[in-house]
T-cell receptor, first 115, second 115 residues
Framework: GNSVTQMEGPVTLSEEAFLTINCTYT??????LFWYVQYPGEGLQLLLK?????DKGSNKGFEATYRKETTSFHLEKGSVQVSDSAVYFC??????????????FGKGTLLTVNP | KAGVTQTPRYLIKTRGQQVTLSCSPI?????VSWYQQTPGQGLQFLFE???????NKGNFPGRFSGRQFSNSRSEMNVSTLELGDSALYLC??????????????FGNGTRLTVT
């Protein structure tokens, strides 16, 4: 079956530091890949996505590239801010199942950014 | 445009009782999905509805059920509650114009506590 593995947290960084959160996946078909972010007390928000190999998703300074050869979709940001503190989830949807709306999520990585 | 609305925000129930959670999707969205979020298991897919039909179901026991109404609003029901059902239940809606690129929009969830 499908699975997503992302790096264990928590991750604590100082403001303006470089961020990488690793994510690898296992899927039977050709999945779309996503990063979602969850702020305290809220639901999940889509941060970025990539639908095919070598696509780069980007939003709010965050980037991730769909690497089929390494089955990875690592999240990066060059300079984090305190407001980026949240839980980040890597997820995939498997097109072969016929529906885009069954997402498989990683366990989540808690990021704390200190001023 | 109003986001995905879930009611109630918090619920406390006793083992053996049943509970109904409600979700109003973004206006015009026809697909509604439900996810369970727990510290141990993370985010797990429950089911997805489109035009009042269940299209996809996760690996949950039959105590978990749902439905969608003609106005796309959705409810999920959990019968014979167990302590392990304590979780944040998230609803997400999607436009479904292009099923592989329409993002999921999540509500803030209903926090269910079973005592």
């Amino acid at each position: 079956g499908n699975s997503v593995t992302q790096m264990e947290g928590p991750v604590t960084l100082s403001e303006e530091a470089f961020l990488t959160i690793n994510c690898t996946y296992t899927a039977t078909g050709y999945p779309s890949l996503f990063w979602y972010v969850q702020y305290p007390g809220e639901g999940l928000q889509l941060l970025l996505k990539a639908t095919k190999a070598d696509d780069k998703g980007s939003n709010k300074g965050f980037e991730a590239t769909y690497r089929k050869e390494t089955t990875s979709f690592h999240l990066e940001k060059g300079s984090v801010q305190v407001s980026d503190s949240a839980v980040y989830f890597c997820a995939l949807s498997d097109r072969s199942g016929g529906s885009n709306y069954k997402l498989t999520f990683g366990k989540g990585t808690l990021l704390t950014v200190n001023p | 445009k109003a986001g995905v609305t879930q009611t109630p925000r918090y619920l406390i129930k006793t083992r053996g009782q049943q509970v109904t959670l409600s979700c109003s999707p973004i206006s015009g969205h026809r697909s509604v999905s439900w996810y369970q979020q727990t510290p141990g298991q993370g985010l797990q897919f429950l089911f997805e509805y489109f035009s009042e039909t269940q299209r996809n179901k996760g690996n949950f026991p039959g105590r978990f059920s749902g439905r969608q109404f003609s106005n796309s609003r959705s409810e999920m029901n959990v019968s014979t509650l167990e302590l392990g059902d304590s979780a944040l239940y998230l609803c997400a809606s999607s436009l479904l114009g292009d099923r592989h690129n329409s993002p999921l929009h999540f509500g803030n969830g209903t926090r269910l506590t079973v005592t």
